[in-house]
């Protein structure tokens, strides 16, 4: 799959393992896309669809840290996510463990890589690892596509700020 | 793969999916087989090969906690393993990471599941799943093997203690 405009974000089923590859650019420096994702109250402006309130009970986002946060709808439904931070590693890494408590004995292992593009312009690639071919489709198919591109836009939007 | 002895180790790899499978059987009560891995007295006490000394500069064993260890030979070569709980249900299922500090980029997802047998007997089986059929294939084959059997010979004997 290829695009055109480099802000489209690219969601990617691998065919050999259950992995999801999510590939997206921005214009601004790795330091500053890294921090939009360590720093809670940067993290918390930009995560999850639009219109939906943002809720971050717990987030201690370091190596052998942990998070919570909720994404809430304007009915008043609530979605919990919690996970631990197995490395952070600076203006280059985060892996991650990631649950949606709906799906409570589901859990999906993630590498965010933080790739400097020079000019000011950052690469983020977000694998996101499962057990089996069904959930990772699943997963898929649940819409997250919608929430990750309006999370994206509005990260755009807080970096050009 | 099928085994006549229950104490046998069966350590299978996945055809699907780039996991390593690992059954056990124990002559224990599952909350005993479940204590062994969560307090850290007793963890330090079977896991790893046999002459190795054992250090555990941390270990908090508990959903959103996180653990580092280390194995010494006798020759002073050190590996050291770390990684977060994702989730501890007593009795039940641990999910945690693991990254060995010699391989600093790769990291497996674990799950501990603890099956009650009945008739004070426990089955674990764990699962330690990778993104690639490479990572998995070099963890089977860089002698994991000794150190898993010999570190459930321990845990059988302090169980019997």
């Known amino acids: 799959m290829t695009t055109t405009n480099t802000h489209d974000t690219q969601i990617l089923v691998d065919t050999e393992v259950p992995l999801v590859r999510i590939i997206r650019e921005f214009d601004a420096p790795v330091e500053k896309v890294f921090r939009a994702h360590t720093d809670v109250d940067l993290f918390r402006q930009w995560n999850g669809p639009r219109g939906y309130k943002m809720d971050v009970p717990h987030f201690d986002c ?3 840290g942990s998070y919570r946060y909720t994404h809430t709808t304007d009915t008043g439904f609530v979605a919990g996510f919690y996970g631990s931070f197995h490395e952070v590693r600076e203006n280059e890494l985060i892996v991650q463990t990631f ?3 709906g ?3 589901g859990v999906a292992l993630e590498k965010l890589h933080f790739e400097d593009l020079g000019n000011g312009r950052t690469r983020l690639t977000a694998t996101s690892l499962v057990d089996s ?3 990772r489709d699943a997963f ?3 819409g997250m596509e ?3 591109n309006e999370g994206y836009e509005k990260l755009d939007e807080l970096l050009a700020s």
């Open 146 to 148: 919608t929430g990750v």
């Open 140 to 142: 898929v198919a649940s």
């Open 103 to 105: 799906v409570p004995d």
């Open 133 to 135: 071919f069904e959930d």
């Open 62 to 64: 370091r190596t052998g």
């Open 99 to 101: 649950t949606f408590d």
